[in-house]
């Protein structure tokens, strides 16, 4: 996944990075350097993908630990 797909599926489910960084337990400027570094870890693309084609709540719910 590359920066520009990470803010397209941002838009899409009304996420900004940084409640993606609270979200996910991160700090916000790890964030910004995954999409600095135009690459983004396994855990963001599954949590994308299930807020995607499930729900956003649906997301919060499988990334808990």
């Given at each position: 996944?590359?920066?520009?797909?990470?803010?397209?599926?941002?838009?899409?489910?009304?996420?900004?990075?940084?409640?993606?960084?609270?979200?996910?337990?991160?700090?916000p400027?790890?964030?910004t350097?995954?999409?600095?570094?135009?690459?983004?870890?396994?855990?963001?693309?599954?949590?994308?993908?299930?807020?995607?084609?499930?729900?956003?709540?649906?997301?919060?719910?499988?990334?808990?630990?």
């Amino acid at each position: 996944m590359k920066a520009r797909d990470l803010r397209v599926a941002l838009a899409q489910i009304g996420l900004s990075q940084a409640e993606l960084a609270r979200i996910l337990g991160r700090a916000p400027n790890t964030v910004t350097g995954w999409v600095n570094a135009d690459e983004m870890p396994a855990e963001v693309r599954l949590f994308l993908w299930i807020a995607l084609n499930h729900s956003l709540e649906t997301a919060k719910e499988a990334i808990k630990p």
